[in-house]
C-alpha cells in the first residue's frame, strides 16, 4: 500500500509516540529520530534514525534520505536554520519553519506576542551571565522566575525569592539549558488563579479550540491535569482571541499548546509551543479524538470536527527517583480497576528504556460521568499510585 504520507518525527518520546500511532492510522509511514535507539516513538514507528537534532549536518543528511512529505518537530532543541533551509527547497515543516524557529526559543515567542501582537505578559528581562541576572532582578524585584530560553519539562526552571537565590538560579538554569545558547528570562512572579493550556488547531478551515486544560505543576514539570478546566466566559473568550491572533501570526497547520496564567478574568500569555502539549495526554481518554489525532489530521489537511469534553477527565504521571537501566513498571493491572460503575481509568506506559530522577514514565488517565474535574483527578491520582517502579539491581 502507498502510505497517505512519509513523515520525519523529530524528537522521539512519549508525546511523539502517540503522534506516531495516530498518523498510523490514517496511513502514514513515520521516520522516528532521537538521540539514542529506542526512544518510545521509534518502538512503533516504520523506521528511525539515531543522531541529535542539534547537528544540522545530520539532519540535512536525514531529510535527503527520507525526503518526508511532512518534517515534524517534537522538541526544542533543533537546528532550526536547517529546517528553515529545507521549507526554502520544498519540503513541507510542520507548522512551519518560522513558528518552529521562534518557538524553539522563548525569548523569540515572547517577543512575539509581547512586542509585536500586543498580548499581556508577565514583565520580564533577559540575561546572559549572572551578573546581567543580578542587574534584571533589581529592576524587576522578588519573587523572580528564572528560566532557560531553551529548555522542556520545566529543566533549569526556579523561582527566586530574593538575592540571595540569584546566583544558584542561574547556576541552575544554565545546568537546563538546551541548545547552545547561554540565555535566560527573568519574570515577574504573576500572583495568579491558576494556570490552563488552551489547545489551538489551525486547519485548512480556520482555528479550532479544545475545552481548556487546567495542570498542577512541581519544579516546573506537569505532574496533573485535567479537562475541562473551569474558567469565566470573559476569560475564555479572552484567551481563544490570544490563541487566534499568535497561531494566525505562526502560520501553517497542527496543533500549539498555548499556555496562559489566569486572574479572575484577565489572562496572561505565558508559552506556546506549535506540537502536542504533555498536559493535553488527558485528552487520550477526555476527547473521541486526542490532541495527537487532532494534530495528524490537520497535518495533513483532514477535516477538524466539534471538539467536546462530555465527562470530567483528569491525568496523572508516574514518576522515576532514581538512574536505572534495569527496571519494571508494576501495578497496571490495579490501576486499571475502577473504583466504581461512573469512573473509567487508563494508563499509558511510555516505554521509555532508562528512569532518571523525575522523568515521566508513564500517566494515569480518569473520567467520570457525572463527576466534577476533582472526582477525575483523585481517581487519576489513585490509579498513578498504584503503578510502581520495581528498580532491579
Request: glycine share 8%.
Amino acid at each position: 500500500m502507498t502510505p497517505t504520507a512519509t513523515i520525519l518525527l523529530l524528537g522521539s518520546g512519549e508525546l511523539g509516540r502517540e503522534f506516531v500511532i495516530s498518523a498510523k492510522r490514517l496511513g502514514c509511514r513515520v521516520i522516528a529520530c532521537d538521540s539514542y535507539e529506542g526512544a518510545p516513538a521509534m518502538q512503533v514507528a516504520d523506521g528511525y534514525e539515531v543522531f541529535s537534532m542539534l547537528d544540522g549536518d545530520a539532519l540535512r543528511a536525514t531529510i535527503a534520505k527520507h525526503r518526508p512529505d511532512h518534517i515534524v518537530p517534537e522538541v526544542e532543541a533543533i537546528r532550526t536554520e536547517i529546517l528553515a533551509e529545507v521549507e526554502a527547497e520544498g519540503f513541507h515543516v510542520v507548522p512551519s519553519a518560522r513558528a518552529a524557529q521562534l518557538t524553539m526559543n522563548r525569548d523569540a515567542i515572547r517577543d512575539l506576542a509581547a512586542s509585536e501582537l500586543g498580548l499581556k505578559t508577565s514583565t520580564f528581562e533577559y540575561a546572559t551571565s549572572r551578573e546581567e541576572l543580578v542587574a534584571a532582578a533589581e529592576r524587576i524585584g522578588f519573587p523572580l522566575v528564572v528560566k532557560p530560553v531553551m529548555s522542556s519539562s520545566g529543566k533549569g526552571q526556579s523561582t527566586v525569592r530574593d538575592a540571595a537565590g540569584i546566583a544558584a538560579a542561574w547556576d541552575y538554569a544554565a545546568a537546563g539549558m538546551r541548545g547552545d545558547r547561554l540565555r535566560v528570562i527573568a519574570e515577574a512572579f504573576i500572583d495568579f488563579d491558576y494556570e490552563i493550556t488552551l489547545l489551538t488547531v489551525r486547519h485548512k478551515d480556520g482555528v479550532s479550540f479544545c475545552p481548556p486544560i487546567g495542570h498542577r505543576q512541581e519544579r516546573g514539570d506537569y505532574r496533573e491535569s485535567w479537562q475541562p478546566a473551569a474558567m469565566s466566559d470573559a476569560a475564555l473568550a479572552a484567551a481563544q482571541a490570544m490563541a487566534t491572533k499568535v497561531v494566525d501570526a505562526l502560520g501553517g497547520h497542527g496543533i500549539f499548546g498555548v499556555e496562559y496564567f489566569v486572574k479572575g478574568d484577565e489572562v496572561i500569555f505565558s508559552e506556546l509551543s506549535p506540537r502536542p502539549h504533555d498536559t493535553g495526554m488527558v485528552t487520550l481518554i477526555s476527547q473521541s479524538l486526542s490532541e495527537f489525532d487532532l494534530h495528524a489530521r490537520a497535518i495533513l489537511g483532514l477535516p477538524i470536527p466539534a471538539i467536546a469534553v462530555p465527562d470530567a477527565s483528569a491525568s496523572a504521571v508516574l514518576l522515576s527517583d532514581r538512574d536505572a537501566a534495569d527496571f519494571a513498571i508494576t501495578g497496571l493491572a490495579e490501576a486499571l480497576t475502577a473504583p466504581n460503575s461512573e469512573t473509567a481509568v487508563d494508563a499509558r506506559i511510555f516505554g521509555k528504556p532508562v528512569t532518571r530522577p523525575y522523568r515521566r514514565m508513564g500517566v494515569a488517565l480518569a473520567k467520570v460521568a457525572g463527576g466534577t474535574t476533582d472526582d477525575a483527578r483523585a481517581a487519576a491520582v489513585a490509579a498513578a499510585a498504584k503503578l510502581h517502579i520495581d528498580y532491579r539491581g
